[in-house]
């Protein structure tokens, strides 16, 4: 069995609606290590070696965070520049993450026709994403399509159930290795495989 | 007396009471002996502004002793009593009893009669309550064992007086018109005369249990607050009258009253109406007896005069000094038990008056000890000096004093002032980043201990000059200062400022009103011992209610900076008196006002940030 763990990025999370939500409805899947950074580190000081002991047990790392300013919340930079260290993630003798997969699982207020070319946005979510993909690569590993919540400034309280549902469905199927390496290459964003 | 003379008469002795008082203090002369100089200013010998009717005052004014006695009984509490009942009766009843023999003797051998001996025994073995109980708390001496075995003394002594006022009369030589007016008893049988005074003070307890108390509630719930005044007036001038009529001491009665009612409910509103009165009659009383002071008589004798006070003072101080060995007092607790109990208290003044009038003793007898009396009150600050400048520090053995600094032999760029309980977190943190520290720390057994662990630290006081130079302070970069206390502290920082204005200063405070002194020095980086921790505690309790650990943490962030912010405001707004902050309610105002700042304030912008409810409705509109 895939395990997958995923770095959980909310800095009020008691104000978000789809996250609360997100995270609510997969709390109790089997191999999967729901870890809530900001609770963990209130004052950002995260911890290495903890972080690179979690990284090893898991073989799927998903960042699950809210698309704040076309990036992440502060913490996981934090998180990758004190984690991913050189000789150990990266560099001639950095293997650890060897053949592991990195994704992003993120809600965004706009609507998915805003994040196109020429779009109120200017570019597409997989180009806004760019760095997360360089960076899997550059540790060895191999960068999945995002899993992507849009439109969530409009979105009502009944379509709620259906995005968590999803949600949940896409973390089985990664875990029960459901989806083939050449349908995950050619996927924009996960949602697309269910 | 009409009106006019009334009202000038009045005018000059609280004029007199007013000026006299607060010099005699300043002068550390304390209050009794204010009064008495002010009696002594107005009286027949200095200005002339009272002549023969001074004596009529003495007389009106010593029912402020009846009313004094009365508020000794109503203090009394049991429990106190039979704690200290070992230092109370040994200490106390052997100095009472030693001092009064010696002191008789002394004046038989000196010819007097044998009751005036007597008289002059008892009078002059009693202390000045007063007067040592001030010296004491205001140096900060009562907890010590010489101030725990004065304290037992002076009450001993409190209590001898009302036995002392019953043998009085005894002593009254047969010819002379003892007591004013007439009592119950003239004229009738041994017999009847006893069952008269026991059935009086039977009288006194039953009616203070049975009567006076339902009496009590009665008044108070008529709700006039001048009229339980009155009724406690009252009370202590109805037992004063009763006890006239058969023939016994008012204050004896005012005593015995007072104990019965020591453990009612009403006894503090008892104790708060009579004590200004008392107050106000025993100052008249002081004023009168230092206006009866007959200067010409002692003046014509002054090293009769002068020899009669230190030869009393000294066999006073003798006498203690025994017992105090007897009890295990140490050296130095015993020298200052004995010097600061050598006086002879006011009380005497009472007495003294007493043997006058009942005819014990003559008049220029009375004037000279009256006179002596003032002497050796006055002395005692004096006494009390001499002690503490010359006795104290060869008899005892402090650190400070027996320690010489020590020779510093490293310097680093951060100096340590205080290895406390905050220091030695600071000295260790620093320690592990590999930035050493020169420690200078006041409490030699710190020193031992650190020593002992292998830690290089120094004794001696840092707000010396020459000892931080020797401690590298002109090449350093950093002074934290984390001193015991507020006082050592702003001592170091006035210094640091004044010679090595190079340091930078980082200083631990512990109060509000600690911040604030520091703020005045101009102190920039002010660290107070109990914010962080508070506020840490404040989170986990956010977090433990549920918060998110990151909204507690920014929170107690966000409070830290509003905290500092109002307190530099509220400095700010603050008086420059430098006593400004130190009693307690003050201490609570200033909390209080803190607190109504985080009212009004919003401080927390917590509910702004990460907030999308505006982008949502912008987003519904489009």
């Not at chain 2, 052997?94 to 009751?115: D, E, N």
Request: proline share 4%; aromatic share 8%; charged share 20%.
């Amino acid at each position: 069995m895939t395990r997958i763990l995923i770095l959980f990025a909310h800095p009020a999370l008691e104000r978000s609606r789809i996250h609360a939500g997100l995270i609510h409805s997969i709390r109790d899947l089997q191999g999967v290590t729901l870890h809530d950074l900001y609770e963990a580190y209130p004052d950002l000081n995260v911890d290495p070696d903890r972080e690179q002991e979690l990284l090893l047990r898991h073989d799927i790392i998903l960042l699950q965070h809210p698309f704040y300013w076309y990036s992440a919340p502060a913490i996981i930079k934090q998180w990758q520049d004190l984690v991913l260290e050189h000789g150990w993630a990266y560099g001639h003798s950095g293997t650890a993450l060897q053949g592991k997969l990195l994704g992003n699982v993120i809600s965004t207020g706009g609507m998915q026709s805003a994040y196109v070319r020429g779009g109120h946005h200017g570019y597409t979510i997989r180009e806004f994403l760019l760095p997360f993909e360089q960076t899997a690569r550059l540790c060895n590993m191999t960068y999945l399509p995002p899993f992507v919540i849009h439109g969530t400034h409009r979105m009502e309280q009944p379509d709620m159930p259906y995005c968590c549902k999803q949600y949940r469905q896409m973390l089985e199927g990664l875990r029960d290795d459901r989806y083939t390496p050449g349908a995950l290459a050619e996927a924009v964003y996960l949602n697309e495989l269910m | 007396m009409n009106e006019h003379s009334f009202f000038f008469t009045a005018m000059i002795y609280l004029a007199a009471a007013v000026v006299c008082v607060p010099v005699a203090k300043k002068l550390g002369l304390g209050s009794v002996l204010g009064y008495l100089l002010a009696g002594i200013f107005i009286g027949p010998d200095v200005m002339g502004f009272i002549g023969a009717e001074g004596q009529d005052i003495l007389h009106f004014a010593e029912f402020g002793v009846v009313m004094m006695l009365f508020l000794i009984g109503i203090e009394l509490e049991p429990a106190l009593l039979w704690k200290l009942r070992a230092p109370i009766i040994g200490m106390g009843g052997m100095q009472v009893l030693i001092t009064t023999a010696l002191i008789t003797g002394l004046a038989l051998w000196l010819g007097q009669p044998l009751r005036a001996a007597l008289a002059l025994g008892m009078t002059l073995s009693l202390s000045s309550t007063a007067i040592v109980l001030q010296s004491l708390k205001e140096k900060g001496l009562m907890p010590s064992a010489a101030g725990q075995s004065s304290f037992s003394v002076l009450l001993f002594q409190d209590i001898a007086v009302i036995p002392m006022l019953a043998i009085f009369p005894l002593l009254a030589p047969p010819g002379a018109a003892a007591m004013e007016g007439h009592s119950l008893r003239d004229g009738l049988p041994g017999w009847a005369q006893t069952l008269i005074v026991l059935g009086a003070v039977v009288l006194i307890i039953l009616a203070g249990r049975y009567l006076v108390r339902p009496l009590m509630r009665v008044v108070a719930r008529a709700r006039v607050r001048e009229l339980f005044t009155t009724f406690a007036l009252l009370l202590v001038v109805g037992i004063s009258v009763l006890m006239t009529v058969v023939g016994l001491s008012p204050a004896l009665g005012a005593f015995l009253g007072g104990v019965v009612l020591a453990n009612s409910e009403y006894k503090h509103e008892l104790e708060s109406d009579i004590e200004p009165f008392k107050g106000l009659l025993l100052g008249l009383f002081f004023i009168a007896v230092g206006a009866s002071i007959d200067f010409g008589l002692i003046l014509s004798q002054p090293w009769r005069m002068l020899g009669l006070v230190i030869a009393l003072m000294t066999v006073k101080c003798l006498v203690l000094l025994a017992l105090g060995r007897l009890f295990r007092l140490s050296t130095d607790q015993n020298l200052l038990f004995g010097f600061s109990l050598s006086q002879v208290g006011e009380f005497a003044f009472v007495l003294l008056s007493f043997t006058h009038q009942s005819g014990i003793l003559p008049a220029d007898t009375t004037s000279m000890m009256t006179a002596a009396v003032a002497l050796s009150m006055a002395f005692t600050p004096l006494v009390i000096m001499v002690y503490e400048k010359l006795l104290q520090p060869r008899f005892t053995i402090t650190e400070s004093a027996a320690r010489e600094p020590d020779a510093i032999t490293e310097k680093h760029p951060v100096i340590l002032a205080g290895f406390g309980r905050a220091g030695n977190i600071i000295g260790r943190f620093l320690l592990a980043n590999g930035v050493r520290t020169t420690i200078l720390d006041l409490d030699s057994d710190r020193i031992d201990l650190l020593h002992n662990l292998g830690i290089q630290a120094y004794y001696g006081d840092a707000s010396r000059h020459d000892l931080l130079q020797a401690a590298g302070a002109a090449d350093a970069k950093v002074i934290i200062i984390a001193a015991d206390s507020i006082d050592q502290t702003t001592e170091i920082v006035k210094v640091v400022r004044k010679h090595f204005p190079n340091l930078q200063m980082l200083v631990k405070a512990e109060s509000i009103s600690d911040v604030f002194d520091l703020m005045e020095l101009g102190v920039l980086h002010i660290y107070r011992e109990s914010l962080d921790t508070s506020l840490r505690m404040g989170a986990d309790a956010l977090r433990m209610l549920g918060y998110r650990a990151y909204h507690a943490q920014r929170a107690a962030g966000t409070f830290r900076q509003h905290d500092e912010k109002a307190l530099k405001e509220l400095s700010a707004l603050r008086d420059d008196k430098k006593t400004y902050l130190h009693t307690f309610k003050e201490r609570i105002e200033e909390i209080a006002r803190l607190i109504n700042r985080d009212n009004v304030k919003p401080w927390n912008n917590e509910t702004v940030s990460w907030d999308e409810s505006s982008l949502i409705e912008e987003a519904k509109k489009e």
